[in-house]
């Protein structure tokens, strides 16, 4: 099983700045990595596929990268709704597909 | 607009099974599979498994292997996800995602299943 590990656990970032998230896999998973965004009550959303897409109707602020074991998701400009928990995961090797314990964006 | 609905809470007692439905509308539902995810109360999300809705085919989490059936009605454009000898620790919200290729792009709103004597 490939283990998704993400950092930091929590971040604390204000309105207007660039906001960095990290996911490491335990081994490649290529560029077969998506990025979730999910608020309180909600469903996650889906932000990122293939490390580094946009999904349809995501704000160009989102950005990923990375391949094989490092990723990166990066919000350029912190807006009021991008407080939430971010989840990456990835979908190379399976069973099973998996998540990362994911990272908390709060307001500093 | 493409949307996944999913039937309504439950709650159960231990060792009972529950069934919860995802139906499907907007898009030609056996075209994409669809993946099941668990969330417990204030924890991450868990993988439970995919099925195709092309061809019913499935692959599993082997954490559920022995307890969970998925399978699809693709007359009606449902899919279901039925988890049995179910335990305390079973409580969560339960998710279907359409998938595409491995990336799930709708969600259902969510199913919360309780499991309490």
């Known amino acids: 099983e490939i283990v998704m590990t993400q950092s930091p656990a929590t971040l604390s970032v204000s309105p207007g700045e660039r906001a960095t998230l990290s996911c490491r896999a335990s081994q490649s998973v290529s560029s077969s990595l998506a990025w979730y965004q999910q608020k309180p009550g909600q469903a996650p959303r889906l932000l990122i596929y293939?490390?580094?897409t946009r999904a349809t109707g995501i704000p160009a602020r989102f950005s990923g990268s990375g391949s094989g074991t490092e990723f990166t998701l990066t919000i350029s400009s912190l807006q009021s709704e991008d407080f939430a928990v971010y989840y990456c995961?990835?979908?190379?090797?399976?069973?099973?597909?998996?998540f990362g314990q994911g990272t908390k964006v709060e307001i500093k | 607009q493409v949307q996944l609905v999913q039937s309504g809470a439950e709650v159960k007692k231990p060792g009972a099974s529950v069934k919860v439905s995802c139906k499907a509308s907007?898009?030609?539902?056996?075209?994409?599979?669809i993946t099941w995810v668990r969330q417990a109360p204030g924890q991450g999300l868990e993988w439970m498994g995919w099925i195709s809705a092309y061809n019913g085919n499935t692959n599993y989490a082997q954490k559920f292997q022995d307890r969970v059936t998925m399978t699809t009605d693709t007359s009606t454009s449902t899919a279901y996800m039925e988890l049995r000898s179910l335990r305390s620790d079973d409580t969560a919200v339960y998710y279907c995602?359409?998938?595409?290729?491995?990336?799930?792009?709708?969600w259902g709103q969510g199913t919360m299943v309780t499991v309490s004597s």
């Open positions: 995602a359409r998938t595409y290729y491995g990336a799930f792009d709708i």
């Open positions: 995961q990835q979908y190379n090797n399976w069973p099973p597909w998996t």
């Open positions: 907007g898009y030609t539902f056996n075209s994409y599979g």
């Open positions: 293939g490390a580094s």
